[in-house]
């Protein structure tokens, strides 16, 4: 008879090919030499395919399903039946789109991208239309393939965010976007001074190195289970239990750049680091969603790194490293520069505040992409009308509008509304570890991050998968997500700062 031992070995097994997997993602990423390009790409499609290969098995379509049999999975704990359900889940995601189809998706998504980039530095769309064109089609076949209900966008969402759907987005999206248009706008027509920072100019690569650890320690970073290391693009990602990394950059020009990000992965490795470690291995032992990863990162980065009671501890000690550079440059006018609302055209520059405005324009457009109602060669033109109405601001050219993300040039279509949910999860946990910790904030302004660390690993690290997110949220804070906690809290923060 089947039992929850075989799903554990046979994930096991799965482990340690995507332990080997993402340690070549990593290296690729990081320290490995130009040419080692091809090699690495031949040796990543050999390990992938073995891992597909038994995880699409039909020796692994049995197990699960007799695993599913009432008899047997009545007989699991809570915690074994969500591991069934995660590995249901993940089998007949792999098992929907036959081998063919994710052969010439992988291809083209792969030439797209390279196209992408070229189109970007170009500053060419048509360039880039034909493929993307071609690679909507492809991504409209597969969410045929995965099955929907409502709403194609919802069999691709379900990929990045468990449950989530187009509808449900609908309606978080719109109060949201009603109440942000407005702000923005009159928290810039409040501030008659740009917020800027003043001492723009050199920082040490060294010197913010030091600085960097010595924030990571801080926040509880534990060195002997992660490390730090240096790339383009910052990220985080686990070789496996005990192995947590992450990486950021050091422009010598603005350290707040590479000092935020590294809080920013901080929050991503500190959640990867806590979940159970009687899980390990299993089906369960990952994040419950894109969208509740990124609150973890988001809450280190705002609602800890950003803060004034964070920055009352820690500033001091930025202005010591980098003497005596910043010792004009008061506290309040450092939080002040870090935390300054503009309408900027590119989301990855974004604040906190306008930062939703770009993802549900980013929403909008790949939602009426998906079901037909806008077509690719209208795209730029609808892009840059959704800037003008939603931003104020009007793209000067394709690179910095409609060609400025990676995403769908890789076929990543229902990602983008994960960010949303990492800012709006995040303040609805913070306001419940708040409510729950008497004197958090007091504890910041001494630099103790440890009780909200801990309340974090308890509730929502250590369970990983075990709950979808919208579950996970209604647990931790008694109430299903609702944007009302993201709206106090960039309504509280920002006339606080803009008064
Ligand atoms: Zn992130």
């Known amino acids: 008879m089947a039992s929850i031992k075989d799903l554990k070995k046979k994930y096991r097994e799965f482990s340690m090919l995507i332990s080997a997997i993402s340690l070549m993602g990593w290296d690729q990423r990081t320290y490995m030499p130009e040419s080692g390009a091809d090699h690495r790409s031949e040796a990543f499609g050999f390990v992938y395919s073995d891992l597909f290969r038994r995880a699409t098995s039909d020796e692994t379509g049995q197990l699960l399903s007799d695993l599913s049999e009432p008899g047997v999975y009545s007989s699991l704990s809570a915690v074994e039946q969500s591991m069934v359900d995660n590995a249901m889940r993940q089998y007949?995601?792999?098992?929907?789109?036959?081998?063919?189809?994710?052969?010439?998706?992988?291809?083209?998504?792969?030439?797209?991208?390279?196209?992408?980039?070229?189109?970007?530095?170009?500053?060419?769309?048509?360039?880039?239309?034909?493929?993307?064109?071609?690679?909507?089609?492809?991504?409209?076949?597969?969410?045929?393939?995965?099955?929907?209900?409502?709403?194609?966008?919802?069999?691709l969402i379900e990929g990045y965010e468990p449950g989530m759907t187009a509808s449900k987005l609908r309606k978080i999206i719109e109060p949201l976007r009603d109440f942000l248009v407005p702000l923005v706008e009159d928290l810039l027509m409040r501030s008659k001074s740009k917020n800027q920072l003043p001492s723009k100019g050199h920082y040490p690569r060294n010197l913010q190195q030091k600085l960097f650890l010595k924030v990571l320690d801080?926040?509880?970073?534990?060195?002997?289970?992660?490390?730090?290391?240096?790339?383009?693009?910052?990220?985080?990602?686990?070789?496996?239990?005990?192995?947590?990394?992450?990486?950021?950059?050091?422009?010598?020009?603005?350290?707040?750049?590479?000092?935020?990000?590294?809080?920013?992965?901080?929050?991503?490795?500190?959640?990867?680091?806590?979940?159970?470690?009687?899980?390990?291995?299993?089906?369960?032992?990952?994040?419950?969603?894109?969208?509740?990863?990124?609150?973890?990162?988001l809450m280190f980065e705002n609602h800890i790194g950003r803060s004034l009671?964070?920055?009352t501890y820690f500033y001091p000690k930025i202005q010591e490293t980098f003497s005596p550079r910043l010792s004009e440059v008061s506290l309040r006018d450092f939080y002040k520069a870090v935390n300054t609302v503009s309408r900027s055209l590119i989301r990855i520059d974004a604040d906190e505040v306008?930062?939703?405005?770009?993802?549900?324009?980013?929403?909008?457009?790949?939602?009426?992409?998906?079901?037909?109602?806008?077509?690719?060669?209208?795209?730029?033109?609808?892009?840059?009308?959704?800037?003008?109405?939603?931003?104020?601001?009007?793209?000067?050219?394709?690179?910095?509008?409609?060609?400025?993300?990676?995403?769908?040039?890789?076929g990543m279509v229902g990602y983008f509304p994960t960010?949303?949910?990492?800012?709006?999860?995040?303040?609805?946990?913070?306001?419940?570890?708040?409510?729950?910790?008497?004197?958090l904030e007091q504890g910041l302004m001494d630099g103790d991050t440890g009780p909200l660390v801990r309340w974090l690993r308890e509730r929502v690290h250590k369970p990983g998968a075990t709950h979808k997110p919208e579950k996970l949220i209604e647990l931790v804070t008694g109430e299903k997500p609702d944007p009302k906690y993201f709206m106090d809290y960039v309504k509280h923060k920002y006339s606080e700062i803009y008064r």
């Open 218 to 297: 801080v926040l509880g970073f534990d060195f002997t289970r992660g490390r730090i290391d240096e790339t383009a693009h910052p990220f985080t990602t686990t070789i496996g239990p005990g192995d947590i990394r992450i990486s950021t950059k050091y422009p010598e020009n603005d350290f707040t750049m590479g000092f935020f990000g590294t809080i920013h992965e901080c929050g991503h490795a500190m959640y990867e680091m806590g979940f159970d470690e009687n899980l390990v291995y299993t089906p369960v032992h990952n994040p419950a969603s894109l969208g509740i990863h990124e609150s973890q990162s």
């Open 92 to 155: 007949k995601r792999f098992k929907a789109i036959p081998p063919g189809l994710m052969h010439r998706f992988a291809v083209l998504s792969s030439k797209c991208e390279k196209i992408w980039e070229t189109a970007r530095k170009r500053d060419d769309f048509s360039m880039f239309k034909p493929h993307f064109q071609e690679l909507l089609l492809m991504v409209k076949e597969m969410a045929k393939h995965y099955g929907y209900e409502e709403n194609p966008y919802d069999a």
């Open 419 to 439: 960010y949303m949910l990492g800012t709006l999860y995040s303040a609805q946990l913070f306001a419940k570890a708040k409510h729950e910790l008497n004197g």
């Open 309 to 311: 009671p964070f920055l």
């Open 354 to 410: 306008t930062y939703n405005l770009h993802i549900i324009i980013r929403f909008e457009l790949e939602n009426a992409m998906v079901n037909n109602m806008l077509e690719v060669d209208d795209l730029p033109a609808a892009w840059n009308e959704k800037y003008k109405q939603y931003l104020g601001v009007e793209p000067p050219n394709y690179a910095d509008g409609v060609l400025q993300d990676v995403h769908w040039s890789s």
